[in-house]
């Protein structure tokens, strides 16, 4: 069964430069998640999309943007990137309101040298 | 203020025995739990789920129990298999679907054979 695809699964950028990560969620998933994952932490999440719109804001910082296109895949936008945003950030994908369970991507790990 | 917390960072069980994973939470308006594993370098897979008005579900080797009063839930795996050695979180939703997890910071399961 396909799973949600994310790209790359691996970045490497210095700091105050920008990235994009780019998630495909399953074939008919409306909804699409972000979470960062810290050394040693638990997913914290970050921004979630329902059908092209915003629909929760968590503790992303203000130098992220991401949004859903038409195709419902996703892309975070990273600026000004600091030591502290390495990390896995993770895409979850689920299927409209009444479904609880989210599933996730592989990960994408970024390093901010 | 961390709502979701898993006390135990590491559990070891012998192979064939019974594994038990817990997890705790402070916000009554939590009312969909559900357990997500994770390999190194694998986005977190999910397991098994339980909604408020359940006090327990079964899926084959995996019972979730949910203690409301107590704020507290359980995975109880048996037999314990080497396979699942990975990391578990639990992980809360308020309200409905559509609305983003919160996750606990894991444990860390290892079955030894």
């Known amino acids: 069964a396909a799973g949600v695809i994310q790209s790359p699964r691996h970045l490497i950028k210095e700091k105050r430069e920008t990235a994009t990560l780019k998630c495909y969620p399953i074939p008919r998933h409306d909804t699409v998640y972000w979470y960062q994952q810290g050394p040693g932490q638990d997913p914290q999440f970050l921004i979630s999309f329902y059908e092209k719109m915003q629909s929760d804001k968590g503790s992303i910082p203000d130098r992220f943007s991401a949004q859903q296109f038409s195709d419902y895949h996703s892309e975070l936008n990273m600026s000004s990137l600091e030591l502290g945003d390495s990390a896995l950030y993770f895409c979850?994908?689920?299927?409209?309101?009444?479904?609880?369970?989210?599933?996730f991507g592989p990960g994408t790990r970024l390093t901010v040298t | 203020d961390q709502q979701v917390k898993q006390n135990s960072p590491s559990l070891s069980v012998q192979e064939g025995r019974i594994s038990i994973l817990n997890c705790d939470y402070t916000n009554s308006m939590f009312d969909y739990f559900l357990w997500y594993k994770k390999y190194p370098a694998e986005g977190p897979t999910f397991l098994i789920s339980?909604?408020?008005?359940?006090d327990k579900n079964e899926d084959g080797r995996f019972t979730v129990f949910l203690n409301k009063s107590a704020k507290h839930l359980s995975l109880h795996i048996v037999p314990s298999q080497p396979g699942d050695s990975a990391v578990y979180f639990c992980a809360l939703l308020r309200n409905s679907g559509n609305t983003p997890l919160v996750f606990g910071k894991g444990t860390r399961l290892s079955v030894i054979a």
């Open positions: 339980i909604s408020s008005i359940k």
């Open positions: 979850a994908s689920s299927s409209g309101v009444s479904s609880y369970e989210q599933y």
